[in-house]
Every structure is written in C-alpha cells, then in structure tokens.
C-alpha cells in the first residue's frame, strides 16, 4: 500500500496516515522528554475529577501546558495542590493525539521552595484571622477531670501509643480514637470529618460524647503537616463545641489548628499531660488535706470541750437551784389543809345564800309570769297566722280568675301554631320531592355509566370471560395448567371446561342472526338501582 501512494505521489516525500503521524510524533516528544521536570504555577485547578485524576495547567509569564495527575499519584501527593501556587513538577511529557495536545504526566508534585508555603499560610492565617477564628475569646478552657477523651489521629503511629501510654501512667479514663490519615490527599478532609463526627455525638447515646478532644501527629517537614493547614480543618477546630487540644508536630512546629484550638500542646505527649491530672499527686492532695481536716477537727473537739468545761465551773450547783423551788414547795404544803378548810366553808355559805331563795311562792310567781308571757306570744301569732292566710286567699283569687280565661289564650295560640305547622309541612313535602326527583335522574346518570363500563357490555359482543377454580379471572394462556377446570361466562350463562393441549383455531363462518322483532308495546322503564 505505501508503495502504491509512493509511486503515485508527485514528490519523493512519505505519505502517512494522521494516526500514524500522531503516533509517531508521540513516540518522538515521549522519547526525547521521557523525564522532565517542570516550575510553574497551577491554573485551572478545581480539584480530583469523579474519576480520581486531576486536570490542570502550569504556567509562567510567557507559556502554558496542560498537566494531569494519575489517581494514583494523586493519592501519594504530601500537600493538596491548589490554585495560583508555584510548583516543581516532574514526569514525563506525552501527547494526545484525539485533539493534537501535548501535556505532561506529573509523577511528583513539591511547592517551589518552604517560602512559597509559608506565603500561602501566612495568606490563609490573614484570611481566618479576619473572621475571628483565631480570636482568643472563642476559645474555652480545658475540663479539669474529662471522664472521656477523644482522639484524632493515626491508629498505627507512635503517637497513640504515647498518648495512651501517657493517660493511663497519670489518670487513667476512656479515651475514644478516631483513626485518621494525618498526610496525603484526602488527610485534612478525614482530620475535619472526625472533629465534626466527635461533636455530633450526643449525651447518653452509644457512645460517650467526649468531654475533650486531642488532635495529634508526629513531627515532620512543611509538606508532611500541610493537611493541619488545611482550611477545613481550621473551620472545624474552631466550630467545635468540645475543648480541642492540637499537638501536631514538635515543639517548634506551627500549623493554623494552632491558632484555632484552645489549647496548644508542643508534643503529643504533652497533650496528655494537659489532658488529666496526675492521679498519684492528687491522691497525695487528698490524703494531705484529710489529715489536715482530721487534726482541725481534734484540735476545735479540745477547744471546746475546754470551754465548756469552764463554763461549768460558773454554773451554781444542783442544791443551789433547787433550794428556793423547794422551801416554796414546803410554804404551799404546809398551807394547804387551810386553804381546803376554807374553800368548803366558802361553798357552803354560797349554797345556804342560795337555797334560801329556794320557796313554794316565789316559784309559783315565776311560773305565771312565763305562763303570761307564753300566751301574749301565742296571741301575736294567732294575728300573724290570720294576716298569711287573707293573702295566700287573694293569691288563689287571682290565679283563678287568671286560669278561666287560660283556655282562650291557648287555643289561639295552638290555631297559630296549627296554621304555621301546616305551612312548614307543605314546604317539607315541597322539597322532599324536589329532593327525590334530583336524587333519582343522579341515581339514573349513574346507572347509565355502570351499564357502560360494565364488563356485560363486552360479553354482549361475542366475547367470553374465563375463570378458575377460585372464580379469579385468567388473563393469559399460560396461567392454566393442563386439565385444570374452568369457567367460562358468555353473555347469555357460564359453562364449565376442562384444558387439553392447545390447538390452532380455525376460522368459523359468520351466521347472520335472525333479527329480533322490534317491540310494538311501550319501552319498559329500567332499574333505578
């Protein structure tokens, strides 16, 4: 085939395909620029693509080239590229033939230079600070004696096993760990999620809401803490309702959970000693202070046994108090016959006085007095009793005249309500039948729509209803089986069938029917129901 374009090609110059020219030229950039390494600035960075690569550019002042980052790279990356900053790239430059592009196929990614990092820190520390994240009066002191901790950070490292360790030396709680990645791609998303997720948990739930977190890493270059940077995270440190402790890094490293925590720990080990007290010294304290209390309390009991013991030498003795209740005890004893003697001669003086007065004649005046007096009082009532009965009587004088001319009123008042009844009545009867007469041309629409929809209707037209054994309807062939006893409804009765094996059907010839007279009596009215 080449030979055949070549002989009749005009010029002695190779003809290729456009598949074969691309491929050539792609062999030729990727053999040349096998390994390259690039500065530049990201363009065009919106972040990993749904399938785990990145799509983006590096440029400079005077040129641009496309750039992507396998998944897999991608993953393996110590900090989360971002737009505008300055990178070193290196990998291999490679075309793409489907639309004529070269771009570079990045294997490493590092910021160009600590001093481009530390810009986009103190940039993004500006920004926070701006909102108030980092403003001392968000931040709230740490539980003196948490019951439960919460930990973010590696499951695998050494700082667990150093908080762990160093919680449980000085006062050992229930500490919760949130495993996390603490560097690479996706690490600040999962250090956020877990501050996040420790704050959702609520009092009395499964799991104990910690009363502290701690949010810890190892030391490590600029580009291994870089997740603690991370924007995200800063948010979460700071919208956290849980005390936070950061201790990422080494006493000399700095991050922005830094600023947003409330409190800072230089070591991971330090942030457990922050977190508890020491158990041995408190203990100690305790045991200190019971003393103390035991020997202030034996020293007030001594005081005070000392000044009661002096107030009892003031105090008179029992024969002394009790010396003039006594000599008045012998004083009322001794006058105490007298005074009975007395008080019976006094009695019977009273008496004789008054069983003097006692005599036949002043008994009977006091009778007739009563006796008087009880029948003026009868002699008032009897006047009384006349006057209520001449009133009760004019009362029943007026109540019976007011009763002979009762039936008069009553009567009118029955024709009125008579005359008033029978209106009602015809007005009743009046809208019963219109009632009635609406109600049944309803009950005839209705009939008529049934009629219509009614399956009766089909049957009419030559069609038949097949049904089983449970008089369900059957709607395909291979719903019955073999020998299966069935129904089948005609317009005019059903008839009951047994299945065989299906055979074809053959055409029938149409017998004209005979045509029924037509009625010569009046049509009949139909059903109401």
Request: aromatic share 6%; no cysteine.
């Amino acid at each position: 085939m080449s030979s055949f374009f070549e002989s009749d090609s005009p010029s002695n110059l190779t003809e290729y395909s456009v598949s074969e020219l691309s491929g050539s030229i792609k062999r030729t950039v990727e053999q040349a620029f096998d390994q390259v390494r690039v500065r530049g600035e990201i363009s065009g960075y919106r972040g990993p693509h749904s399938s785990g690569h990145a799509y983006f550019a590096l440029k400079d002042d005077k040129a641009r080239i496309d750039a992507v980052i396998w998944k897999g790279t991608m993953s393996r990356l110590k900090f989360r590229p971002e737009e505008g900053m300055e990178v070193i790239a290196t990998g291999k430059v490679t075309t793409f033939p489907g639309s004529s592009k070269y771009q570079i196929v990045i294997e490493t990614l590092e910021p160009a230079g600590a001093g481009a990092l530390m810009a986009l820190i103190e940039e993004r520390k500006r920004k926070l600070g701006a909102e108030g994240l980092f403003d001392p009066a968000r931040k709230r002191p740490l539980p003196y004696m948490p019951r439960v901790i919460g930990v973010v950070t590696s499951p695998t490292g050494a700082v667990i096993r150093d908080i762990l360790h160093r919680i449980s030396d000085r006062f050992p709680v229930h500490v919760i760990v949130w495993p996390v990645r603490v560097q690479g791609e996706g690490s600040g998303s999962e250090v956020a999620a877990a501050i996040e997720g420790f704050n959702a948990f609520t009092a009395g739930g499964p799991i104990a809401r910690p009363d502290l977190l701690i949010v810890a890493r190892g030391g490590g270059s600029l580009e291994d803490l870089w997740s603690f940077n991370d924007e995200a995270v800063v948010r979460a440190a700071a919208n956290s309702q849980i005390p936070l402790i950061s201790a990422v890094g080494h006493e000399t490293d700095w991050t922005l959970i830094d600023y947003a925590s409330d409190q800072r720990a230089p070591t991971p080990t330090g942030a457990a000693e922050m977190a508890v007290p020491v158990k041995a010294d408190l203990e100690a304290g305790v045991s200190t202070l019971s003393a103390r209390l035991k020997a202030a309390m034996t020293r007030q009991m001594d005081n005070r046994r000392q000044a009661v013991r002096a107030l009892t030498r003031a105090l008179p003795s029992l024969d002394q108090l009790l010396a003039l209740p006594r000599r008045r005890f012998d004083e009322a004893s001794a006058g105490l016959g007298r005074g009975l003697q007395m008080n019976t001669a006094n009695k019977r003086r009273a008496f004789e006085r008054t069983a003097a007065h006692l005599r036949p004649d002043v008994l009977s005046n006091r009778i007739n007095e009563r006796r008087q007096k009880l029948s003026e009082k009868m002699t008032r009532a009897e006047r009384i009793v006349e006057r209520l009965v001449q009133r009760s009587a004019s009362r029943v004088s007026a109540a019976d005249a007011s009763l002979r001319t009762l039936p008069a009123r009553l009567l009118s008042q029955i024709h009125r309500s008579q005359d008033r009844l029978t209106g009602l009545s015809g007005r009743a009867d009046s809208a019963l039948l219109a009632d009635l007469r609406r109600r049944r041309s309803t009950v005839a629409a209705h009939d008529r729509i049934l009629q219509s929809l009614s399956y009766r209707n089909v049957l009419k037209r030559g069609y038949a209803l097949v049904r089983d054994e449970a008089g369900l309807p059957i709607k395909a062939a291979a719903a019955l089986s073999l020998n299966q006893a069935i129904a089948i409804e005609f317009a005019d009765g059903s008839i009951n069938a047994v299945t065989t094996e299906g055979a074809p059907v053959l055409p029938q010839p149409v017998k004209k029917r005979a045509e029924k007279p037509a009625p010569t009596g009046p049509p009949k009215q139909g059903s109401l129901f």
